[in-house]
C-alpha cells in the first residue's frame, strides 16, 4: 500500500465565508417601522386607559384622605375655639311693605300692635385671616361632606370646580348659595374618572336624602320630581328621568335661583363623554341658615385688600378699628350703614366677577395639549434611546434587556406627566 504524504509546506484551504445577508427591501422596513410604531401606540392607549380607570382613582383617594384630615381640623378648630352659634344665623323673611307677615293674611281680630322689634346685638369673636380661612376655604380646599346613601356616595367636597378641583372630589360652584343656606347650592362631580362620585347620580330616585355636612351643621335634604322641580323650564330639558334631567352643557339656568332651598347635583352625560350634563335637584328638608353678616363684610374686606395695595394703618375708621389699630374683639355688632353698598351672602362676592359654567372643570383645559406631547416625546426618546444603547453598547440579549431597561424608569415617569396633562385637556366622562 502506497502511503500518501502531505507536503507540510502545503497550506490550509480557507474556510468559506458567511453568506452575506441579503439587503432588506426598503418597502419592507418601512412596513416593520410602521408595524412596531402601531405596537406601540397600542401600549400606550392600553396605558392610559388603565391610568384612567385606575391610577387616577389612586389619586383621587389620596386626596380624599388629606382633605378628609382638612375638614377634621376644621371641625376640631371651629368647636374648640369658638361659639358655633357665631358662625350662623337664621334666615328671617322680610316683612311686608305694609309691616306685615312676609306670607299669609294675618285676621284683624287676632292682630297683635305692632312694635318695634330691636336689631338683636351680637358678640363677634376676633377677626382674623385664620378665622375667616375656616369659614371661607381657598379654592381647592376642603369645604363640606356629602353623603348619598342610596348610591353608596361619601365624599369631601372642595370648593370650586377648576380641572385641578374636580381631581380632588365633587366641587361646589363658588357663586352660588353655599349649602345649607338660602337659594341654590350647586355641586359637580365627575362620573367616570377620580373616585367617579357622581357615577350613579342617574340612580337616584325622588325622596332619596341627601346630607351635607359644613362647619354650619348638618343639613338634609330630598331628591325632588324633575317635572316639579323645573316646571317652568320642561321646554328647555331635553330628556327628563325619575329623579333627573338632561341638558346642554349651556343651561346655566339650572345654577340659578328658583324660589327655594335646593341642592342641585351636575356631571357629564352620558358616561365617558360631556356632549350633555345631567342634572339632579333636591330640597332642603331643614331650615336654611346664613353667613353671618360680620363674616361675610369682613370676607369682602379681604378680599379686596387682596386686590389692591393694603391701607395705611391710619386709613381705617373708628368703626372697623374700635378706635385702635387692633382687629374688632368682643364687640356689639351693628347694624350696616345704609349709604354703605353690603353683601348678603358670600355667594355674591364671587358673582360679581364671573358667572357660574357647566362646562368649567368638564371641559377641558386646552392648555395641556402642548406639554403632554412634550412628555409623551420625552418618553419615547428615553425608551428608544435605552434600545439604541443596548445595540450599540453589548451585543448580547442580557446586555440589551438591562439598557433596555434602564431607559424604561425615565420612560414611565414621563409618560406618567404625559397621561395627567392628556386628561386635564379631555373633557370629562
Known amino acids: 500500500m502506497t502511503e500518501i504524504v502531505v507536503d507540510p509546506s502545503t497550506p490550509d484551504e480557507p474556510e468559506p465565508s458567511p453568506a452575506a445577508k441579503p439587503e432588506v427591501p426598503l418597502l419592507a422596513r418601512i412596513l416593520g417601522a410602521t408595524g412596531r410604531a402601531l405596537m406601540f401606540a397600542g401600549v400606550v392607549v392600553f396605558l392610559f386607559a388603565a391610568f384612567q380607570l385606575w391610577g387616577t382613582n389612586l389619586q383621587e383617594a389620596r386626596a380624599q384622605d388629606d382633605l378628609r384630615t382638612e375638614l377634621s381640623d376644621r371641625f376640631q378648630t371651629i368647636s374648640t375655639a369658638f361659639d358655633p352659634a357665631l358662625l350662623t344665623a337664621p334666615v328671617v323673611d322680610p316683612p311686608d311693605d305694609d309691616g306685615g307677615a312676609a306670607t299669609g293674611d294675618t285676621d284683624i281680630d287676632s292682630a297683635q300692635p305692632t312694635t318695634t322689634v330691636p336689631v338683636p346685638t351680637t358678640t363677634v369673636p376676633e377677626v382674623n385671616d385664620e378665622l375667616l380661612a375656616l369659614l371661607f376655604p381657598e379654592d381647592g380646599d376642603a369645604l363640606a361632606q356629602i353623603q348619598i346613601p342610596s348610591i353608596e356616595?361619601?365624599?369631601?367636597?372642595?370648593?370650586?370646580?377648576?380641572?385641578?378641583?374636580l381631581r380632588k372630589g365633587p366641587g361646589h360652584y363658588s357663586q352660588t348659595a353655599l349649602p345649607g343656606n338660602a337659594g341654590n347650592a350647586s355641586i359637580a362631580g365627575h362620573r367616570t374618572t377620580y373616585g367617579a362620585p357622581f357615577n350613579r347620580i342617574d340612580e337616584l330616585q325622588p325622596g332619596d336624602e341627601i346630607t351635607v355636612t359644613s362647619i354650619q351643621g348638618e343639613f338634609t335634604y330630598?331628591?325632588?320630581?324633575?317635572?316639579?322641580?323645573?316646571?317652568?323650564?320642561?321646554?328647555?330639558?331635553?330628556?327628563?328621568?325619575?329623579?333627573?334631567?338632561?341638558?346642554?352643557?349651556?343651561?346655566?339656568?339650572?345654577?340659578?335661583?328658583?324660589?327655594?332651598?335646593?341642592?342641585?347635583?351636575?356631571?357629564?352625560?352620558?358616561?365617558?363623554?360631556?356632549?350633555?350634563r345631567i342634572i339632579v335637584a333636591a330640597e332642603?328638608?331643614?331650615?336654611a341658615v346664613a353667613i353671618p353678616e360680620w363674616a361675610i363684610q369682613a370676607e369682602a374686606s379681604r378680599r379686596i385688600e387682596r386686590a389692591e395695595a393694603p391701607p395705611e394703618p391710619g386709613d381705617l375708621g373708628a368703626d372697623e378699628t374700635n378706635g385702635s389699630d387692633d382687629p374688632v374683639v368682643g364687640t356689639e355688632a351693628t347694624a350696616p350703614?345704609?349709604?354703605?353698598?353690603?353683601?348678603t351672602s358670600i355667594s355674591d362676592l364671587d358673582s360679581e366677577t364671573a358667572a357660574p359654567d357647566l362646562d368649567e372643570g368638564l371641559s377641558?383645559?386646552?392648555?395641556?395639549?402642548?406639554?403632554?406631547?412634550?412628555?409623551?416625546?420625552?418618553?419615547?426618546?428615553?425608551?428608544?434611546?435605552?434600545?439604541?444603547?443596548?445595540?450599540r453598547v453589548?451585543?448580547?440579549?442580557?446586555?440589551?434587556?438591562?439598557?433596555?431597561?434602564?431607559?424604561?424608569?425615565?420612560?414611565?415617569?414621563?409618560?406618567?406627566?404625559?397621561f395627567e396633562l392628556i386628561d386635564r385637556a379631555l373633557p370629562a366622562g
Open 364 to 391: 377641558g383645559e386646552r392648555d395641556a395639549i402642548a406639554p403632554a406631547a412634550a412628555w409623551m416625546l420625552a418618553a419615547i426618546g428615553f425608551w428608544y434611546a435605552g434600545g439604541w444603547a443596548g445595540r
Open 222 to 276: 330630598r331628591v325632588l320630581d324633575p317635572n316639579l322641580a323645573y316646571v317652568d323650564n320642561l321646554d328647555q330639558v331635553e330628556a327628563v328621568g325619575a329623579g333627573h334631567i338632561i341638558v346642554r352643557p349651556s343651561a346655566t339656568w339650572v345654577l340659578g335661583d328658583f324660589g327655594d332651598d335646593r341642592l342641585t347635583l351636575t356631571a357629564c352625560h352620558p358616561k365617558l363623554s360631556s356632549r350633555q
Open 153 to 165: 356616595v361619601d365624599k369631601v367636597v372642595v370648593d370650586g370646580v377648576a380641572v385641578a378641583d
Open 284 to 287: 332642603l328638608v331643614d331650615d
Open 337 to 343: 350703614d345704609h349709604d354703605t353698598p353690603t353683601t
Open 394 to 418: 453589548d451585543a448580547t440579549w442580557r446586555g440589551r434587556l438591562g439598557l433596555r431597561l434602564v431607559g424604561l424608569l425615565p420612560a414611565a415617569i414621563c409618560l406618567w406627566f404625559s
